[in-house]
C-alpha cells in the first residue's frame, strides 16, 4: 500500500539502480511500520526538470499511503531528504515532496481494495 515513487533529472548507473530501489523499500516500511511486502517504489530518471531557474541535479517525491499520519510529514521529508541525499547525492534544498493519504476504497490490489 504505501507507494514511493522517485524522479530525478539526475542519471543513476543501471547497477545502482537495485541497490537505491532496495534501500527505498526497506526505509519506506521501517518509516510508516508497514510489511515490506506491500511497499512500491517507482524510479524514473532523465526527464527534462528545472528547479530555481536551474537544471542542476534535483528530485520530485510522491509517497502515498493508507493511514499516512499527517502528523508526522515533516519527520518523513527530513528522512525522504537523507535518503536522496545519501542515495543520489542531491541536497535536501533540490528536492520536493508530496504527501498523500489514500483512502482504503480507492486503493486496489490483488483484484480488491484494502
Known amino acids: 500500500m504505501p507507494l514511493l515513487k522517485i524522479t530525478t533529472n539526475k542519471d543513476i548507473d543501471t547497477d ?4 537505491l530501489l532496495k534501500a527505498a523499500s526497506e ?10 511486502r506491500y511497499v512500491m517504489v517507482v524510479l524514473e530518471t532523465n526527464p527534462d526538470m528545472s528547479f530555481a531557474g536551474e537544471t542542476s541535479p534535483l528530485a520530485y517525491l510522491e509517497l502515498k499511503s493508507i493511514g499516512l499520519p499527517g502528523d508526522r510529514t515533516t519527520e518523513f521529508s527530513n528522512f525522504l531528504c537523507e535518503l536522496v541525499s545519501a542515495q543520489l547525492e542531491i541536497p535536501a534544498d533540490r528536492v520536493y515532496i508530496e504527501f498523500s493519504d489514500a483512502e482504503r476504497h480507492l486503493w486496489g490490489w490483488n483484484s480488491a481494495t484494502f
Open 16 to 19: 545502482k539502480r537495485p541497490a
Open 27 to 36: 526505509n519506506v516500511a521501517n518509516m510508516l511500520g508497514k510489511p515490506e
